[in-house]
T-cell receptor, first 114, second 110 residues
């Protein structure tokens, strides 16, 4: 089954701790993205990567970091510098062969800071 | 990137046709119009994309007038399972950045 997986589904973190959210895709897509969604709001772009070993900041990158060492994987680290990290985090991917407007999303990780 | 404006919410009944209009006055020549659907606690799902006139697939139709400053997503004969948030996005497909607004919350009643 092709698709995007995110783990864990729910994550709890104590203030001051870093935490890493996993995103894996087996769609052979070149581009991958991380979004944050707050209740009742749309999605906001955190980071995106067009190709392995390259990534760019989105609109709200402060307090987050990413890596893209493999085509299939794009983990997101929420650092202690992120002041309000409680949110729903979505990973997506797209193919260079089709319109970049068509992104495929994972099921999301809901992060709660205690 | 062009900004989009949609109604905050809409109500409908099962079996009706629902039309959600999106305004995008600053759309650029190379921009495509794309609609996504999102259920609670899930990632958005691509519904349909178009550039001009009309596009139809198995779940929806997209109507785009000649000036392309607006677009209408048409959902035929909605069911309860169509209750979701619908997002209209405009982009040229090359920027990698999709701007999601707050979307339109569609509630389908029995």
């Amino acid at each position: 089954d092709g698709g995007i997986t995110q783990s864990p589904k729910y994550l709890f973190r104590k203030e001051g701790q870093n935490v890493t959210l996993s995103c894996e895709q087996n769609l052979n897509h070149d581009a991958m993205y991380w979004y944050r969604q707050d209740p009742g709001q749309g999605l906001r772009l955190i980071y995106y990567s067009q190709i392995v070993n390259d990534f760019q900041k989105g609109d709200i990158a402060e307090g987050y970091s990413v890596s893209r060492e493999k085509k299939e994987s794009f983990p997101l680290t929420v650092t202690s510098a992120q002041k309000n990290p409680t949110a729903f985090y979505l990973c997506a991917s797209s193919s260079h062969q089709s319109s970049y407007n068509e992104q495929f999303f994972g099921p999301g990780t809901r992060l709660t800071v205690l | 990137l062009a900004k989009t404006t949609q109604p905050i919410s809409m109500d409908s009944y099962e079996g009706q046709e629902v039309n959600i209009t999106c305004s995008h006055n600053n759309i650029a020549t190379n921009d495509y119009i794309t609609w996504y659907q999102q259920f609670p606690s899930q990632g958005p799902r691509f519904i349909i994309q178009g550039y001009k006139t009309k596009v139809t697939n198995e779940v929806a139709s997209l109507f785009i007038p000649a000036d392309r400053k607006s677009s209408t997503l048409s959902l035929p004969r909605v069911s309860l399972s169509d209750t979701a948030v619908y997002y209209c996005l405009v982009g040229d497909g090359g920027s990698y950045k999709l701007i999601f607004g707050s979307g339109t919350r569609l509630l389908v009643r029995p």
